[in-house]
């Protein structure tokens, strides 16, 4: 039965397969629906209270634990597990898929996934990387929101070998999704997330740590430093809340650019901290003031 | 002539200067005259423009440039300048102040001014540091807003020196202005404030410093780069927007307890960075986990 309204034009992928409940293949199904973008939306999730609550929050059509049934009559299946997992799932899913079908995923690394996913594949079931620029603290279906990725840029990488025509209808999709399709080649994309994405996490992380580690001189007790805290601890710390799981798979899955870019921002906390032992003053602004413009350069608002 | 509207008590302070019209200074006297704190709201700033903004947006009932006229009929001082400016500051008024007068200041480090402004003061005119914990990245008195202290602690920094009674007055005021004060002693509030507000600007400020330098290796371009750049970067770095000058007064003058949050700080780093180089899972979701609840502890929401 064709549940399409009428005055919407034919989805680009009739049946969409999401693979992982959590609040991107959440608001995936939220947006899918909202928006009129699939006849059908089937949510794959190990455990039946997941599938359970995707449903109740209208997050699929229909939903269920099994991979094979999930995926079977998929024009599209998205991946929105772990980094680390999805290899492992393309392979068990590829005697399944119908032929025609693409494969995406929603991982934060894309350099693994596009030499170790495709060749897990069949032929006739193109992989096209993808990463929603889109995010929260929040994690779980239960965060989900349909608009999510309104405006937020989306991230396609696909390699010389992905055909063509299996990046342009994702493109499509995306677009119609809401959001921005943007191409990159996985190993730059790696590059340019190890230092806006990957290492702002690992940083909120190590600085939580620190002061809650810190404030333990009894000099102040942990109720007036929760009072004390203002803005730019919460601001500065608030990723730090992420789930570990998954930050731990995506820095094991970008390890070498995370740690190129873990030693350049090292160095530049070193200089803040001589010019600081120094006294010295001038030193001291030039770091701030390199910092502001630097700031305001990437973030014009 | 008596302002105050008839249904509001006597206020604290019949006559406020605010020296220094910045954020703070700026937000202080829309408070103050939207909340009928004061008689007469004086604001003294060294740039005509300034105070011609401030009247403006009527953030005082009158202004000018000189500090002698400023100050020499005020009840309360409040000194809203860089903390760098404060102890000479505190000099200058000095002659000038009416016996009684109540100085205080809205500086980020505390002992250092506890130490320097008493005794720069008559007897008679007793000074009380205080810090409110709002701000803002954005600087200047066009940023001010009437609702900034709203519910924000205000810390007041008493000595064993400090008549008791001027901090009760203060305290009394902060609470009219919505504030909710704590006190602290100099010492303990400069090592807390080292942890939970200058080391995250410190923080903040290399990583979007390392971020904008490490990107220049022409594997991809700055405007993309901006497209990339979702809420981790966005919130982690928000406050390296703040005023270069102000923050290296701040760290000079929190210099010790600032460099040893930095230790602990580049130790919890180098925990991260020691594991993902050992490619340790284990250690890195304890890492993660570690961070997630030190994070949940201090900002509970």
């Known amino acids: ?38 006849r059908r939306v089937v949510a794959v999730a190990r455990r039946p209270e997941t599938v359970q609550r995707t449903l109740e929050l209208g997050a699929a059509d229909e939903g269920g634990s ?25 392979e068990r899913i590829a005697p399944y898929l119908k032929a025609g079908a693409l494969v995406t995923d929603v991982g934060s690394t894309k350099a693994v996934l596009a030499r170790e996913v495709p060749r897990r594949l069949r032929p006739d079931t193109p992989f096209v990387g993808g ?3 889109a995010g ?32 342009e209808r994702l493109e499509r999709w995306v677009t119609a999704l809401g959001a921005v399709p943007v ?11 190890a230092g806006i994405s990957h290492l702002p996490h690992v940083v ?24 004390l805290i203002a803005g730019g601890f919460r601001s500065t710390t608030r990723i730090a809340a992420s789930s570990p799981e998954m930050w731990r ?3 094991l899955t970008n390890r070498k650019a995370l740690l190129e870019a873990l030693r350049q921002f090292e160095a530049e906390l070193a200089l803040f901290a001589a010019a600081l032992e120094d006294r010295d003053a001038a030193e001291l602004l030039r770091a701030f003031e390199r910092a502001r413009e630097a700031r305001m350069d990437l973030v014009p608002e």
């Open 1 to 38: 039965v064709d549940q399409t309204p009428l005055n919407h034009p034919e989805p680009e992928f009739a049946t969409v397969a999401l693979v992982g409940m959590g609040l991107i293949g959440g608001s995936l199904g939220l947006a899918l629906r909202e928006r009129c973008l699939a």
């Open 66 to 90: 099994g991979l094979e049934e999930g995926v079977r009559d998929a024009d599209l299946v998205v991946l929105c597990t772990p980094v680390l997992t999805i290899p492992a799932l393309a």
């Open 131 to 133: 990463h929603p620029m």
């Open 136 to 167: 929260s603290e929040k994690t779980g279906v239960e965060a989900a929101r349909a608009d999510l990725f309104e405006g937020a840029t989306y991230l396609l990488t696909p390699t010389s070998e992905t055909p063509a025509d299996a990046v």
């Open 183 to 193: 191409r990159l080649e996985p190993e730059a994309h790696d590059r340019a997330v």
């Open 204 to 227: 909120a992380a190590a600085l939580a740590a620190a002061v809650a580690g810190g404030s333990g001189d009894g000099s102040i007790d942990r109720e007036t430093l929760r009072q």
């Open 249 to 251: 798979d995506i820095c």
